[in-house]
């Protein structure tokens, strides 16, 4: 079995299953108990702390709302799984803004991205449900006549699409689904900690579309918006005017922070739990058997695949080189020798893929930077008479520049076609460097 389908399959599921686990812990019961709260003490004005823990504990195991976990454990598992498809272990450059569109409005980005607003808009309704009775679930039908019901079913999932539309953006467009080995590894707790800290959560509120200013932008747009429709089919405007009370724009502002922070631990504990470093063996026990698969279990192996494992393969051989005493077993396989034979297979098996990454490396520097050789003439031949016609020298024409750099050079002209596609600021070298990190932990 090769080493890639060997640590996806040893090591990646189990990591994502706990990942998941983790997720739906923190995610579901956290938020479902805020929620709890707020609907005991703000909507139904108790106060009394053993009838705030009773509810909060029937809440749990409520048969109603255990059915309703679905919906939620539903939009997480989607999220997961999106985060599971489009991670990447070096950073997107785009060499020019049409090449940053063309990303934007490819199918892949723009389906993935649907489903994480539909995700976040069925979170935000579900959170809203929870906190107060006047906001029915989603899946609940609203009483006839009962206008006020769709008018808040439809702010609530306005935001939480907003929100997703946000979160989406940073996620495929700006890099927000690279993953990186932390310099240093803390508990995991300590991590988890720290993403809830207040600073993180400010972060989180400002990244993803729940600060003062884009709230207010998101329910000034939608009541444009909504009143743009009402008078387009015949309606009063003055009916959308009756969303502005206390209750809903609290209820809103409540499922919009709480999103926007799920969505930060989201992401956070996604990247502890993918990247959480690991040893890899130096040798095996096949390494003496002649018939043994070439594709072991061994990091001369991890550190000539490709992906994630590569990264992680490294920065082993990172922690490796340090001077840890826990390595000191782990560094002397390295540096023996075969029996019989006496040859240096461990540490000729580390040397060579990390040389030879820093060999391509350098390679891509060199024809990105330095220009290209022109060819050589060859020299004229040495004519037997003494006196040379100079109409017989001819020149050699450059070769002919293709027709479709032509046209893109000719569109360059034009100041709206240049916008688009100029190269941006040293882009080339910015995506080779982009790569560079398990680079630098092969040099040292």
Known sequence: MKPEELFTSEVLLWRYVRALACLLLLQVIAPMAVCNLYHTIVAQGILNPVI??????????????????????????????????????????????????????????????????????????????????????????????????????????????????????????????????????????????????????????????????SFLFAIGFYMALSILISLVNNGKWQDWVVIFDLP??????????????????????????????????VASAEDNNPDADGDSWRLCNALSSSGILQVLAFWDLKSLASSDPRNLSRRSQVFAISQPGGHPRNWLGIVNPSLNLIRKFCERLRRQNCPESLPSVPPLPVETTALTDVNKNEVEKPPPVPLKERFVMSLKRYPIFGYFLSDLPDAPNRSIFAEALPVIWAVQ
């Open 52 to 213: 705030i823990i009773s509810n909060l504990v029937t809440s749990c195991i409520y048969p109603t709302k255990l059915l309703r976990l679905v919906v939620p454990a539903a939009c997480f598992i989607m999220l997961a799984r999106i985060h599971i498809k489009s991670y990447t272990v070096s950073a997107w450059v785009p060499l020019n803004r049409l090449e940053k569109w063309r990303r934007m409005l490819s199918p892949v980005v723009i389906f993935r991205s649907g489903l994480v607003m539909t995700s976040c808009a069925l979170l935000a309704n579900f959170y809203t449900s929870l906190a107060h009775p006047d906001f029915p679930f989603l899946l609940m039908p609203c009483m006839s006549g009962d206008i006020m019901c769709y008018k808040r079913k439809s702010v609530i999932i306005f935001m939480g699409a907003y929100v997703g539309y946000h979160y989406a953006y940073k996620y495929f467009m700006a890099n927000g689904n690279l993953v990186t080995p932390l310099p240093a590894h803390p508990r995991k707790l300590q991590l988890i900690k720290a993403s809830l800290s207040l600073r993180s959560m400010r972060e989180a509120c400002n990244s993803y579309g729940a600060s003062k200013l």
């Open 248 to 281: 809903l724009m609290m209820m809103t502002l409540l499922a919009t922070v709480l999103l926007a922070i799920s969505l930060s631990l989201f992401s956070q504990l996604f990247h502890i739990f993918i990247t959480e470093p690991f040893e890899i063996p």
